[in-house]
């Protein structure tokens, strides 16, 4: 037990209830002063948390007893102790955590080059760590070995059990740029015996008949960057000149399910919504709910536009000033996003139908309830590296699209490096216990090699770290005060 520390978080719910969450194991128990007395206390041992259990608590004999089993088979078990151990990962326990982990995707970054300027972007002059808008565009000779890289490690990894088909994304900048390649590089896929899974994500601009007739033909997963209402998609996601995309985009959404329907085919839609403090979430939730009449039913990812290591809030005070219009200011995010929760947390009590955009936006809730249970491996939620691997225009590889590109990992000329992926995965761990070790929540957070990457170095994100922390012990009160009245709230 030297060896192990707490790590248990206590909430309590609207009807004064408390519960204790077990940060090793994910497990969510009621809560009492005795039972959080003997979890604090076992090392003491059974003599005298018993002694305290009569005298302090005044709990009779036989129930103490019984609480103190059952407590005590829990600790026994791996249960509210973390191991205080910092474990560093070797080239070769690196390279078989990839070869034995289990999703599986190559993303190739077609091009660097866009026909958008998104205010927000990540590749824009708001976010200096990231890489600039570039001409990079990547030749079929760099496709081609990424594929046969990926392939090669695709059957190493099948090998080992992983049973999903082969997956192959396509990002970009604006991947249709690079339209003649994807189709290149579909088309050479089709000669190996994999049934691969495609996957694209675009801004919608340059979506036209051939090229929806192409990505329906062979079973692309779309997805399409949406931020809702046309005041609000308007304002961020713009052409080079600062034209609005709004109209040109929703045209083409109409066209895709037009030619979808035409074929009976049904492929999986999804639209990429971002928004930021200065958005009415109740426009964005009336559009999409309107465009689902229209065309039935498709998946929405709802990003907030991310505010650390970033200048883009500045730049919306700054415009306030000067373009207010395009600013909710009175309904902003928080008002709005407040008053459709009480709406959507209203109707899970009482057990009533809501919208399919409503649990989207609220997915924490459900994420929560059915979060994984059981002890978790070193990295957290983070992937082993080469659970996906992302390839740019000169084919160096990354773990990630969204990786800062100091932080490359190979390329497809010589293959991963090995020693490259020990590096990032021992600089996360590092920073992990450095600054995770105390956290009682820390089996809910999603951080990952991103959150802790920056120009050329990893650091910890202390703004990041507090924003989940404040967002999850909010959210679990919030779930066990409705799963109080209805154990049946937020289901999928």
């Known amino acids: 037990m030297s060896k192990r520390k707490l790590s248990i978080f206590e909430f309590e719910t609207k009807n004064k209830n408390r519960y204790i969450f077990d940060n090793v194991t994910g497990l969510i128990i009621p809560s009492s002063n005795e039972d959080k007395f003997i979890i604090e206390n076992i090392t003491m041992g059974e003599q005298y ?34 191991s205080k151990e910092e474990k560093y990962l070797s080239v070769e326990e690196c390279r078989e955590m990839t070869l034995k982990s289990g999703v599986f995707q190559l993303i190739l970054i ?57 997956m192959i994304s396509f990002y970009g900048g604006e991947p249709l740029i690079g339209y003649k390649l994807i189709k290149e590089i579909v088309n050479y896929c089709k000669m190996f015996d994999y049934d691969v899974q495609f996957y694209i994500t675009t801004n919608g601009t340059l979506l ?27 304002r961020n996601r713009v052409y080079i000149d600062g034209k609005g995309t709004f109209d040109t985009i929703v045209e083409n959404i109409y066209l895709l399910d037009k030619i979808r329907k035409e074929r009976g085919l049904r492929q999986p839609l999804t639209f990429i919504c971002c928004y930021d403090d200065f958005t009415d979430m109740k426009n964005v939730i009336e559009f999409f709910e309107t465009l689902r009449k229209s065309i039935g039913d498709f998946n929405i990812v709802f990003n907030e536009v991310y505010r650390y290591d970033t200048t883009y809030y500045d730049y919306c005070k700054y415009s306030i000033k000067n373009d207010y219009k395009f600013y909710s200011l009175s309904n902003n995010a928080i008002k709005t996003l407040q008053e459709l ?23 924490i809730f459900s994420l929560l309830k059915f979060r994984y249970q059981g002890f978790m491996g070193i990295l957290g939620n983070a992937c082993a590296p080469g659970d996906k691997i992302a390839v740019d ?3 160096n590889i990354f773990i990630c699209e969204k990786a800062v590109q100091k932080f490359d990992i190979g390329n497809v000329m010589e293959g991963i490096k090995w020693d490259k992926v020990q590096n990032i995965v021992n600089k996360f761990l590092e920073i992990r216990y450095e600054n995770c070790a105390d956290c009682n929540i820390s089996r809910l957070c999603e951080v990952c090699y991103v959150h802790f990457m920056s120009s050329d170095n990893f650091r910890f ?8 922390k404040r967002r999850i012990n909010k959210a679990l009160s919030i779930l066990y005060s409705v799963l109080e009245n209805n154990p049946y709230a937020f289901e999928y």
Do not use: W
């Not at 079973?219 to 046309?230: E, M």
């Not at 929760?341 to 009482?350: G, L, R, S, T």
């Open 49 to 82: 948390i018993l002694n305290n259990l009569v005298t302090r608590f005044f709990l009779d004999e036989t129930i103490a007893k019984n609480k103190y089993n059952y407590i005590k088979t829990l600790v026994d078990n791996g249960y509210f102790y973390m």
């Open 110 to 166: 077609i091009t660097e080059s866009c026909n958008l300027r998104c205010k927000y972007c990540i590749y824009n002059e708001h976010y200096p760590y990231y890489r600039t808008y570039s001409n990079k565009n990547m030749n079929f000779e760099v496709a081609k070995r990424a594929i046969d890289l990926y392939f090669e490690l695709y059957q190493k990894k099948k090998e080992n059990g992983l049973k999903r088909p082969p």
């Open 208 to 234: 036209n008949n051939d090229i929806i007739e192409f990505l329906v033909d062979n079973s692309f997963n779309i997805a399409i960057s949406l931020d809702g209402n046309k005041a609000n998609h308007n």
């Open 341 to 363: 929760q009480d709406v959507y947390i209203k109707a899970q009590e009482e057990n009533k139908e809501v919208s399919l955009t409503l649990k989207f936006l609220f997915q």
């Open 393 to 395: 225009p000169e084919g």
């Open 461 to 468: 994100n202390s703004g990041f770290c507090n924003d989940k």
